[in-house]
Structures are given as C-alpha cells and as structure tokens.
C-alpha cells in the first residue's frame, strides 16, 4: 500500500463544474504539499498545508491531520486547469524534507 | 518561473554512456533535492543536498550521483546508463524560512 493515495486516478468534467480531488496518507507528516504538472512536464506548488484550509483563487485545499486526508477543490472549472494534481506530503523525519508523492489525478476539463 | 534553472532540458543518449544534470537552485536557497519521475513508478525522491552536504538519500541507485558545490548548485551524474533510467529528472530547491518546494522544468532522459 502506498504511503500516499488519491482518488480518482482520472477525472473529465465539464467547464464551470465543481471538482474534488481526495488525497489520503498512512505517515506521519509536516506538511502536505498539492502540486500541478502541465502536459509540458513542469511542476508548479499550488499550496503547503500543516492544518486547517487554504485557498487561491478559484482553488481551496483543505486538510484533516486526525483523519490523515487532504481534498482539493478547484471552483468554476475551466479548461485551463487541464493538468495532473498531484498530493506529496513531508515526513517526519529530522533530515530534511523530502517529498513522498501520491499516482497523480489526471484532469481533463472539456469546454 | 520557479527562479530553480535546469539544464539541459532534453538529453539523448545511449545504453552504457554517463550523463550529468544540473542545477542551479533559487537564490539564496541551501536545499536542493533530486527527483525522478518515471512513467512505471511515478515520481520518487533521489537525494537531497544542504549547503553543500548530502543530507538525506532516497531510492538512488549506485550508478547515480549527486554533489553540490560551494556555489549551491548541483550536479547529478548518472552512469552505465540503461533503458529503464528514462525519466524526467527534477530538481527542487526550499529556503530555509519556509517549506514551499521550487521545481524547475526538469532534464528530460531519453536512453537508446
């Protein structure tokens, strides 16, 4: 079982819907990071989260450290955000901090 | 732009030769962390280097290294290549006041 897990693997939603990608992780962790791949290949940090919910603009990422799970939202979906999401979190460990990485969920959203 | 500079960004090469990465991390910061992402096991952490020492090392294989110099940049060396080492090769680097990671655009490693 991986240390990571998302769900869905992939998702295809129409422009302006509601999305949610779950992160959920069997570790203990200093921070849980959700970033976003282009087709392209880069790697952009949309958020760090320790506790509590964060959100920029048209995205909000929430996390439960008891439950041990992560959600990201994007609003008004557009086909922009096309891209792979991506749920990694930091251990624990006092050296350094490393990034363990869930599968990715590859997003498609069609105009 | 992350401000972390890769290069180069796309490297063919055959079975048994060695190649080298670079990178050149934001300024100012002392962490720099290799990753690579491979289309069967997905994204993994290769080793991470702390103004200039390895601090913590991951799923590295022997025939991989990595250094950083006095500089802060830093250099992943890869030899006896082989098919399977095709990847996209990331680097990240992290300041010291917060946990944000800054990728760059990655070297991608094509074997033949």
């Known amino acids: 079982k991986n240390e990571v897990e998302q769900s869905p693997q992939n998702l295809t939603a129409q422009e302006g819907e509601f999305i949610t990608i779950n992160c959920s992780y069997s570790v203990g962790i200093s921070a849980l990071h959700w970033l976003q791949q282009h087709p392209g290949g880069g790697i952009v940090s949309l958020f760090m989260l320790s506790s509590g919910k964060k959100k920029h603009g048209r995205l909000i990422a929430t996390i439960n450290i008891q439950e041990k799970h992560s959600s990201l939202h994007i609003t008004a979906s557009h086909p922009r955000d096309s891209a792979v999401y991506i749920c990694a979190v930091s251990g624990q460990e006092t050296s350094g901090s490393r990034l363990t990485f869930g599968e990715g969920t590859q997003l498609t959203v069609n105009p | 732009d992350s401000g972390v500079t890769q290069t180069p960004k796309h490297l063919i090469t055959a079975t048994g030769q060695r190649v080298t990465l670079r990178c050149s991390p934001r300024s100012g910061d002392l962490s720099v962390y290799w990753y690579q992402q491979s289309l069967d096991q997905g994204l993994q952490f290769l080793i991470q280097y702390y103004n200039g020492e390895e601090r913590a090392k991951g799923n590295i294989l022997e025939r991989f290294s990595a250094q950083q110099f006095p500089d802060l940049h830093s250099e992943l060396n890869l030899s006896s290549l082989e098919l399977g080492d095709s990847a996209l090769y990331f680097c990240?680097?992290?300041?010291?006041?917060?946990?944000?990671?800054?990728f760059g655009e990655g070297s991608w490693l094509t074997v033949v």
């Open positions: 990240a680097s992290r300041g010291t006041g917060g946990n944000t990671i800054y």
